[in-house]
């Protein structure tokens, strides 16, 4: 994925390049990014295996340990990710997966390999983009387990598809059951139970082909991770600048000043709150 940086007001300020203003977010990029994807790729995936009621199984018998939260409800009953989800999310998916994942069949054992090995490669380079020092060896294992995930990352394809591409591969299928029906040798009276393997193998082929052809992984968030490791190299730690201390301060005070309105118009009030809190900061540097 190339992306070229256009001309924009930081290029005429002096000293300053655009191309550095970048400072990878953890919480953003990866925790709201890419395990958000991962998830949606996770559930189909074991909807299509059979394995979905396994891994909520196991999702429900988490046991709590320190820094870890135990999940309120089951797996597929999460509707809205947050921070704090996703961060537990990352300390255990890996190993309720793999549980969910045992005595695959002879057709899911490498499907099953790659998927383990895909969102391994993952979790390790979060954990790992954690560190508050670095040495080259640890930016080598950084870059080596996003080299891993890439490589792995095309078994989670199929459920890249987009709702255009979906809505093509679904009127595809039909035309094909209805060319089927036209033909009089094969007119049955359950479709589907008495639908020969060769016919059976067409409807799903060549769908998958057009699903393959158009889907990809071609997002912002996948490329920011390979500024990860650049980033350590020129400015140190990515946790140093994160945005997640100042926006967990925002919403402290946002919920302080709403508290303290009469919850009507409180928008107007929270501003004026602002306004005096800084006006008060601005008298107290001038009298310093």
Partial sequence: MNLGIGQNIFHRLDRVSASDLYKPNI???????????????????LKKHGRLQAFDEVWKALLPYPGFLVPKKAYKEVTQWQGNAM??????????????LRQPGGAQAIPFKRALGCIRALVDFNMMAQYRSHTPDT?????EYLDQF??????FLEFRVTKRTQAKVDKQRKEIRRQRTLMPERVATSPRRCMPDDDRDEEDELPMDMIHGKSHFNFIKMHLLSHFCDHIRQFGNIPIYSTEIGELAHQTQINE?????NKNDAVCQIIHSYGRQHSIRMRLLNLQ
């Avoid at 000043?257 to 309105?261: M, P, T």
């Fill in 27 to 45: 919480l953003h990029t990866i925790y709201l990014g890419l395990f958000k994807h991962m998830i949606d790729w996770i559930e189909a995936s």
């Fill in 87 to 100: 961060r537990n999310l990352g300390r255990c998916i890996l190993g309720g997966l793999a549980v969910a």
């Fill in 139 to 143: 930016i080598a294992y950084m870059e």
């Fill in 150 to 155: 890439h490589r792995m990352k095309d078994i």
């Fill in 257 to 261: 000043v709403w508290r303290q309105s």
